[in-house]
């Protein structure tokens, strides 16, 4: 019994996640014209708004879904793994499907990756096999750089792509960063009663004073390509914290999972509310700052201060808005659905109890 | 905590108690079909006629109910005069119900009218109601067919969510939709505070059901906030919810972009409400089936082999189809 808002995209047109391109089209096709401002199908159903929030939504599940970068993004983003996830690397790669393979194709690197100056090597790698992928379209070079943001140029930090030792990583330097991941749900739920030493997993370095949820904030702390180096996968590829204190030993056996980096590694609860803080606590536990989470998405940079702020006075009407959680979920891996659901309904509730 | 009582009876559905059904006597109609709309002069009444007309043909035993009791008039679409006995008679005389059931001369096909000139006929108190639904359950035929009044009052929606089968009607036009979809929201509402009640979770329902905005709450978010203080009574819920599965017919089409609008309303209700609904079919506009309709003949015997009254044979098929694979489940 789930409504347009918490639908993925195939399901708001009615597709299956392994529909063709073609299917998708005739999808859209039909359900513009079930829903248009013609259609008197949703006269006095719903009110207007909402009318014009699925029609924005069946839109951006088209231009989403019709996009094989995109639409493998997604994917991603909603926890459906197979052809369409080809980009992301891990150093375990024996626990990956064999689709992950060298080449970082598919959606434009993670801007943790592209801060390490990774897209001059990404431009020099050959074209992805197309055999892998499961779409009418393969990726190519110009449309990687479609979802790139704008960079400084990839040559000065070349070198050190090259020279950066790929195995094993080395400790990560700043302890803050591991503070993130550390949270095992037992780590989490002792932190809850300051007993943060008695629930920590035995790991092998020593454990920095670690701070409990909310994480500590680092502000920008990949923005500046200066030492410390940060860890690199096989590939160079830098990682989230999440995988850098893993390599460190600080994380848990298990609590990776796959080791799919498909959300963050904030210990977020199932009933947690997404208000601005704490997309703020995720988007700084990838180590984003605010204008390359800007430039990525290609949201205003306001917004997204507006959006962590809370101050819902100033962010743009729902319909708008829905757009932006939706993207900034998407970008920061969490459901989209769920973000913009949540925040939503929190920023109704404070606009209804008034400034 | 409200338990199931007598008033009750009348407004919770046949199939929320099935465990009862089935120690109920053999006596009962089989399927229960109810056409409404919301909105008068939609077709209701031609659609209810001849898919009782279809249905007997078919060699069901069915009987065709008017139950627009302040403005009845089956039986002039079947081209009869009105009968003697209504269903008022069960109220005010304590008439047993199949003495009311007169031969159409359709084979198989009786017709109980509902014309009731008392001043407050078409509201009859809740007790009146009971009764009426009681009786009218207790009917031994495969199918009982009710022809609903225009509007959302309370007698109409539940006659409208006694039926095993909700049939809308509706024209492919704004205002017919729009009445459409607010009778349709009155069932489902109805049909969730009842159920929310039976399962003593009314509060965390009605909680749940006051509007944030302007926006219209989904039976998937009541059944979150009940799910909160019950599982179980939620997961009932949402059973009973998942049940409200409505079967929309669309009368008068005139163009392919008619017949599409039928295949529209499925996909918003479905988007919007997170509710399957079935469509049935269109049902072509047609003069000769005005004509006739005029005469006060029934469509489907002076007009057979018209595309309308084929797209009602149709309509009628497809409603007992529908019970074929999933009479297990109901």
């Known amino acids: ?355 | 905590m409200k338990r199931f009582g007598l008033n009750n009876v009348v407004e919770l559905p046949g199939r929320a108690k099935s465990s009862r059904e089935d120690a109920a006597p053999a006596r009962r109609a089989r399927r229960i079909v109810a056409v409404g709309g919301g909105k008068g002069g939609i077709g209701k009444s031609l659609v209810s006629a001849n898919l009782g007309i279809a249905l007997a043909r078919a060699g069901h035993r069915v009987v065709l109910a008017d139950v627009d009791l302040g403005g009845a008039n089956l039986h002039t679409c079947l081209g009869m005069s009105q009968p003697q006995a209504t269903l008022s008679d069960v109220i005010t005389r304590g008439t047993r119900i199949e003495s009311l059931a007169v031969p159409t001369g359709i084979d198989n096909l009786r017709l109980i009218s509902g014309a009731m000139d008392a001043l407050d006929a078409a509201n009859p108190k809740a007790q009146a109601r009971a009764r009426l639904v009681a009786e009218l359950q207790s009917l031994d035929t495969d199918y009982l067919v009710l022809d609903l009044g225009a509007g959302t009052s309370l007698h109409t929606i539940d006659f409208f969510l006694l039926a095993d089968h909700g049939v809308l009607v509706l024209l492919p036009e704004p205002t017919s939709v729009e009445n459409a979809y607010r009778f349709l929201k009155a069932a489902l509402f109805r049909r969730l505070q009842q159920t929310a009640q039976s399962l003593g979770v009314a509060p965390q329902a009605e909680a749940a059901l006051a509007s944030q905005g302007s926006a219209l709450r989904t039976p998937g978010e009541v059944v979150r906030e009940v799910a909160k203080v019950s599982p179980e009574a939620a997961a009932q819920l949402e059973r009973t919810l998942r049940a409200f599965r409505v079967k929309l017919v669309v009368n008068q089409v005139r163009s392919e972009a008619d017949h599409s609008v039928g295949r529209a309303v499925v996909a918003a209700w479905k988007k919007f409400f997170g509710l399957e609904m079935d469509y049935l079919g269109g049902v072509a506009y047609d003069d000769a089936a005005w004509q006739l309709v005029r005469k006060r003949r029934p469509l489907l015997v002076d007009g057979a082999g018209s595309p309308s009254a084929t797209q009602l044979v149709a309509v009628a098929e497809a409603l007992v189809a529908l019970d074929r694979p999933r009479s297990s489940s109901r």
């Open chain 1, 1 to 355: 019994m789930t409504t347009v808002e918490e639908q993925t995209l195939y399901d708001v047109l009615e597709v299956e996640p392994r529909a063709t391109v073609e299917e998708i089209r005739a999808a859209h096709a039909r359900a513009a014209e079930a829903f248009g401002p013609e259609s008197v199908a949703v006269y006095a159903l719903v009110d207007d708004a909402q009318v014009e929030a699925l029609r924005e939504r069946l839109a951006e599940a088209a231009e989403v879904l019709l996009d094989p970068i995109r639409r493998a993004s997604y994917d991603r983003s909603i926890g459906i793994q197979g052809p369409g996830m080809l980009w992301e690397e891990d150093e375990e790669d024996e626990e990956l499907p064999p689709v992950e393979v060298e080449e970082p194709v598919g959606p434009g690197p993670h801007p943790l990756e592209a801060e390490a100056g990774l897209e001059a090597e990404t431009a020099e790698k050959p074209p992805p096999a197309q055999g892998d992928l499961d779409f009418e379209v393969a990726p190519g070079d110009g449309q990687f750089g479609r979802e790139l943001p704008e960079r400084e140029g990839p040559a000065a930090s070349e070198p050190e792509v090259a020279t950066a030792p790929p195995e094993p990583p080395p400790e990560p330097v700043a302890p803050p960063v591991e503070s993130p991941v550390v949270e095992s749900e037992a780590a989490a739920a002792a932190s809850l009663h300051g007993d943060w030493a008695e629930a920590m997993p035995e790991v092998s370095p020593p454990a920095p004073e670690p701070v409990a949820f909310p994480p500590p904030v680092r502000a920008e702390p990949r923005a500046r390509r200066s030492p410390p180096p940060l860890p690199r996968s096989s590939l160079g590829l830098l990682r989230p914290a999440a995988a850098q204190a893993r390599a460190s030993g600080a994380v848990p056996e298990g609590t990776e999972g796959t080791g799919l980096p498909v959300r963050s590694r904030l210990d977020i609860p199932p009933d947690a509310e997404f208000n601005g803080e704490l997309l703020r606590q995720v988007r700084e536990s990838y180590g984003l700052s605010l204008q390359q989470v800007a430039d990525r998405t290609r949201i205003t940079r306001i917004h997204l201060e507006n959006v962590e702020a809370d101050r819902y006075e100033h962010l743009p009407a729902t319909v708008y808005l829905r757009g932006i959680l939706v993207n900034l979920a998407r970008e920061l891996r969490l459901d989209p659905a769920r973000v913009s659901k949540s925040y939503l309904l929190v920023a109704q509730r404070a606009q209804a109890r008034g400034p």
